[in-house]
C-alpha cells in the first residue's frame, strides 16, 4: 500500500502533467488556427486557376501539355504526407493504413511488378514507409523537406515531382494526406497529381451564355494554357502541405485534450486515495492516544 509521501508525490507529478498537456494544447490550437487561415487565403488563387483553365479547355483553340499525357503505368510515386513530431495521435497511423490499402490496390490494378517509389514527408512517415520497401518498393527521401516546408522549398519540390514525370521517371504520380474538415474531424485523402486530369476542371469554365462570345488569346491559348498549369499544380501541393499541418494540429489538439482529461480524472482518484489514506492515519493516532490514556 503507499504511504502519503509517495501519494503526494504522484499527486504533484500528475498535476504537472495535466499542466504541461493543457499548455501543448493550447500551442497546438494557435497553430491550427494559423494554418486554417493561410488555408482559406490559398483557395481563392487555386480556384481562380481553376476557371482560367476551364475558360481555355471550353474554348475551340487546341491546348495540349506534358502534364497531361496518360501512359501505361510501370512507375509509380506516391507522396505520402506525415508528421515529424508526435503527440497526435493516430494521425500517422490512420494515414500509413492507407497506404498500405493503396499499394494492394495499384497492384491490383497494374500488376505485382509495378514499380513503387514513395516520397514520405515527416520524419514519422519516413521511418514507417521504411518498413515496407521491398525489390519493388522504393522510399525516397526528399532532403530538407518536411511537414512544416515554407512556400520556396514547397515550389522546389513541386518542379521536381513535375520534372520526374515529364522526364518519365515516374509515370504517374499520386498524393496521400490528411484533409482538414475541423478539428474533430480528420479526412485520409487520395489524390492523382500528374497526369493532370482535365475532367476535374469541366463546368469550371465560362457559363453557356458567355461561351458564345469571341474571344482573342494573346498569347495564343496553347502558351497560357502551359503557363497556367505548373501554376495551378503549386497552388494545389501549397494547399495540401497546408491541410495537413492544420489537419495534424487538430489531431494534437484533440490528443492533448484527451490526456488532460485523463489526467483530471487520474489526480481526482489519487486525491481522493490520499484524503482516505490520510483520514485513516489521523483515525489511528487517535486511537492510540485514546489507548495510552486509558491504560
Known sequence: MATLRELKGRICSVASSEK??????????????????ALKK?????????????????????????????????????????????????????????????IS??????????????????????KAAQKIEDENITVYQVEGVDSKSDGDTVKKFTENLRDAFIGKKLDQIDILYMNFKSISRQVPMTEQ?????????NGLGVDSAASSRPYIFEPDAATIFRAVLPLYLLSLMQEVFT?????????????????????????????????KLRQNNITTELLDILGGQVK
Request: overall charge neutral; some cysteine; proline content about 3%.
Open 243 to 275: 491541410e495537413n499541418r492544420a489537419a495534424e494540429q487538430a489531431a494534437r489538439v484533440m490528443a492533448m485534450q484527451s490526456a488532460n482529461d485523463n489526467a483530471k480524472k487520474l489526480l481526482e482518484q489519487l486525491q481522493i486515495e490520499y484524503n
Open 193 to 201: 497529381l500528374l497526369p493532370i486530369s482535365s475532367e476535374k476542371f
Open 42 to 102: 490559398q483557395l481563392p488563387f487555386r480556384s481562380q486557376i481553376e476557371v482560367i483553365i476551364g475558360n481555355l479547355l471550353s474554348a475551340d483553340a487546341p491546348v495540349s501539355s506534358p502534364l497531361l499525357e496518360e501512359r501505361h503505368v510501370e512507375n509509380l510515386g506516391i507522396v505520402v504526407w506525415g508528421s515529424d513530431d508526435g503527440l497526435c495521435g493516430a494521425f500517422n497511423v490512420n494515414l500509413f493504413k492507407i497506404l498500405l490499402g493503396n
Open 20 to 37: 504541461i498537456t493543457g499548455a501543448m494544447k493550447m500551442i497546438s490550437s494557435a497553430k491550427m488556427h494559423k494554418a486554417e487561415s
Open 105 to 126: 490496390q495499384y497492384r491490383a490494378k497494374y500488376g505485382d511488378n509495378v514499380k513503387i517509389t514513395i516520397i514520405p514527408v515527416g520524419a514519422k512517415m519516413l
